[in-house]
Structure formats: structure tokens, C-alpha cells
């Protein structure tokens, strides 16, 4: 299904289909999670990744921990140092419960699991 109307994206909780199993509140949930799955790949510390950053290694813990919304400067430097795209570390990480729900039903009718 296209998420886009004009141009422009349209919010999860605009799609009554997905119920509520998503909302924008849930986003700095899914960047922790995926900060953390990609610097562990990387076998990087969080002070390492403060490092390369230049972000304060606490402030990276607290995000870390989804303690704190970071900024899209944040952001940004977090995907430079972790070498993906920002829109990377708001998606749903590959393990995330919701995947299977999102993807809907498949041909075999079993939801995807």
C-alpha cells in the first residue's frame, strides 16, 4: 500500500487498517533499537560511537535507552557514524513483533509467521 498522499507521508496513526500498533510515540523506541542492533554488528562500544559522532557518551546511552528524543542533527550524525541512512534507524528493526502484522496476511493465509 502507498504510505503517500500527495506527495507527502502520511503518519502510521492516519492508517485505521494498522489499528494501533504503531504510533509516532513509539519512534524513539525503534531508534534505540536499532542504534543498538547496528552498533553491536559493528562491535562498537557506545563510547565508541560518541566518539565517532561527536555526541556526548551519555546523551548515546540515554538514547540508547530511549531516555531522550534525539534531534535530526543527532540523528544524522548517529547514521554517519553507524554508515547508514538516517530513515535506517527509525524503521522497524528486522526482528520487530509488528513486522508480521504489517506485511499482513500472506497467500498461504498464515499472517506471515
Request: with cysteine; hydrophobic share 40%; proline share 7%.
Amino acid at each position: 500500500m502507498d504510505r503517500r498522499r500527495n506527495g507527502r507521508c502520511i503518519p502510521w496513526r492516519l492508517f485505521p487498517q494498522w489499528g494501533s500498533i504503531l504510533a509516532m510515540e513509539d519512534l524513539p523506541d525503534i531508534l534505540a533499537a536499532n542504534i543498538r542492533r547496528l552498533r553491536r554488528e559493528r562491535d562498537i562500544t557506545q563510547e565508541e560511537l560518541a566518539h565517532i559522532s561527536g555526541i556526548d557518551r551519555s546523551y548515546v546511552g540515554q538514547i540508547e535507552r530511549a531516555e531522550h528524543k534525539a534531534s535530526v542533527v543527532t540523528l544524522g550524525r548517529l547514521a554517519r557514524a553507524l554508515k547508514v541512512l538516517p530513515g535506517d534507524l527509525l524503521a522497524l528493526p528486522p526482528d520487530h513483533p509488528f513486522l508480521s502484522e504489517l506485511a499482513g496476511p500472506t497467500q498461504d493465509g498464515d499472517g506471515g509467521a
